[in-house]
């Protein structure tokens, strides 16, 4: 939320990385309106990660803010079928 009171005009977001992909509106916020950045992370690996980005505004103030988070172990899209092990078992015994 803009909590000044002249209009916010982002005019950049940069983030310390490749992986880290920031989207934003470059509509003016008014004092009192809200607008969003969103920060997309495309992970490499499992574990905690910290990243920072930096939000550029009317005409050359700054703050950088940090994406915290932990990237689990990937989920199987499909359930293993065990079925499956025990009708190769089967079909090799003939």
């Given amino acids: 939320m803009n909590t000044g009171k002249e209009a916010l005009k982002i ?3 940069s983030a310390s990385c490749g992986c880290t992909t920031p989207v934003w509106s470059k509509d003016l916020v008014a004092p009192g309106a809200k607008s969003s950045i969103t920060v997309g992370y495309n992970a490499a690996s499992e574990g905690p990660f910290e990243k920072s980005v930096t939000i ?3 005409s050359g103030k700054t703050k950088t803010i ?3 988070g932990e990237v ?3 989920m199987p899209s499909v359930p293993v079928n065990t ?3 025990l009708l190769k078992q089967t079909n ?3």
């Fill in 11 to 13: 005019e950049n977001v």
């Fill in 56 to 58: 550029f505004y009317n």
């Fill in 66 to 68: 940090y994406v915290k």
């Fill in 72 to 74: 689990g172990k990937p």
């Fill in 83 to 85: 079925s499956v092990q």
């Fill in 92 to 94: 090799n015994k003939d």
